[in-house]
């Protein structure tokens, strides 16, 4: 049996199986039933491999035993592989934030949110900035900043900028929103209908000139991030961007801002 090796890689990272038992498991199931030395030489796995790899295939749930004499092995339908792998991870994710929320209220917990206090009271303001390298990590810390806004957070982006943020940042907002914090937004668009109508009751959007492709948020008159990169160019995995704790900077590019926004007409 001839298996793709690009094929095997995607059910190996599906699966979350070794190369070996990724080997085996696809030689069963294009057999149905078989003993161990049969599937040891149609996937290419050492002899002395293949009932280790037969085992653990088995305790996952992916093969069966059969009874009797020779030994032979059955191949569960995929269906109900998916159903099972998909319970485990769901356990597993079950366990680890439980594991997570208890974490809080150790006493290790404690100790670390004490050296954190203690040391960031020890920071010049200026140092206080960084570089965020991946529109994943960027979105997860401009999701911190805006849950933990008191005041305002403006927002200036591309269209596509935007319908980002909606969908990724759009229990942040209406929480953000919940607590009176004020949230503007300017962007490129004629429209607003890809925008959920509870959504559009909570932000005030604005449109920006057409050509404008400039990305940052402000957050409360202190905090700032600014992309680097236009988004309409740059891969997801290497957009940048600059996050800086700087009042003063903040503050007057939050006044330019607020007079650009006046001049802009409602989408």
Known sequence: MIVNDEFLKKLRSAFDLNIYEV?????????????????????????????????????????????????????????EILKRVRKKIENEATENLQSLDKVKNTNIYQEIELLYKQGIDKVEPADLSGILKGRKNLYDHIKTLIQNADTSVFIMTTEKGLLRKIDLLKSAIKKAKGKGIKIKIAAPVKELSFIPREL??????????????????????????????????????????????????????????ELSWKGLKRA
């Open 200 to 257: 559009r009751e909570v932000i005030e959007v604005r449109v920006a000139d057409k050509d404008s492709k400039a990305r940052f948020i402000l957050v409360d008159d202190k905090e700032l991030v600014f992309m680097l990169s236009d988004d309409q160019e740059v891969h997801e995995a290497y957009d940048m961007g600059v996050w800086v704790n700087t009042p003063f900077f903040t503050q007057a590019l939050g006044q330019m801002f």
């Open 23 to 79: 080997k085996v498991w696809t030689a069963l199931l294009s057999r149905g039933v078989a003993a161990a030395g049969e599937l040891a030489d149609i996937s290419g796995v050492p002899r002395s491999r293949s009932y280790d790899v037969l085992e653990s295939l088995e305790k996952k749930g992916f093969i069966i035993m059969k009874l009797g004499k020779p030994i032979k092995y059955i191949a569960v339908q995929p269906e």
